[in-house]
């Protein structure tokens, strides 16, 4: 067996040094004459372009405005699951069947919370202006609320 040198395309590549006189004249490339002779003439200078995607939703958020946030959603969570349970309990106690109707409940508390959300995020990110994410927001809410409201005209069509 033979011992053969591996050789990457990429060795070939030099990264060049920088530039020490940065005030040269625009005409001239900074470097000296010598080396400016020594260059392989181009047709075109090369640029070098950058993809950015520097999109800005709303206001910078702090962490305290985060956590406010946070605490403010879990504690409407907890009133929003009663009025699940209420919805649940008056659907069956007009001889819904309990299946159906706990899905009515779910689906309104996933509307509260999911509407709930957006608001907050909508009040401390100040993202009233972005259209990108309030329009699937509200429609997003608006199917859940329809959605509720089906799943409750057919639990109050069934009988135990």
């Given at each position: 067996?033979?011992?053969?040198?591996?050789?990457?395309?990429?060795?070939?590549?030099?990264?060049?040094?920088?530039?020490?006189?940065?005030?040269?004249?625009?005409?001239?490339?900074?470097?000296?004459?010598?080396?400016?002779?020594?260059?392989?003439?181009?047709?075109?200078p090369s640029q070098?372009?950058?993809?950015?995607?520097?999109?800005?939703?709303?206001?910078?958020?702090?962490?305290?405005?985060?956590?406010?946030?946070?605490?403010?959603?879990?504690?409407?969570?907890?009133?929003?699951?009663?009025?699940?349970?209420?919805?649940?309990?008056?659907?069956?106690s007009r001889y819904?069947?309990?299946?159906?109707?706990?899905?009515?409940?779910?689906?309104?508390?996933?509307?509260?919370?999911?509407?709930?959300?957006?608001?907050?995020?909508?009040?401390?990110?100040?993202?009233?202006?972005?259209?990108?994410?309030?329009?699937?927001?509200?429609?997003?809410s608006l199917a859940?609320?329809?959605?509720?409201?089906?799943?409750?005209?057919?639990?109050?069509?069934?009988?135990?």
């Amino acid at each position: 067996m033979t011992d053969a040198t591996l050789r990457l395309a990429q060795s070939d590549f030099k990264i060049p040094a920088p530039r020490q006189n940065q005030s040269a004249p625009p005409g001239g490339t900074g470097a000296p004459p010598a080396a400016q002779a020594s260059k392989p003439a181009t047709s075109a200078p090369s640029q070098s372009s950058t993809l950015s995607f520097d999109v800005k939703l709303g206001k910078s958020i702090s962490t305290n405005e985060i956590a406010l946030g946070a605490v403010i959603f879990v504690v409407l969570l907890v009133p929003y699951f009663f009025v699940k349970m209420s919805v649940t309990r008056g659907l069956q106690s007009r001889y819904a069947a309990p299946g159906v109707a706990s899905e009515a409940g779910w689906l309104l508390f996933s509307w509260l919370a999911f509407t709930t959300l957006i608001l907050i995020a909508g009040f401390i990110a100040d993202i009233w202006t972005q259209y990108v994410l309030l329009v699937p927001a509200t429609l997003i809410s608006l199917a859940l609320l329809v959605l509720f409201l089906r799943k409750r005209s057919a639990a109050l069509k069934t009988r135990r």
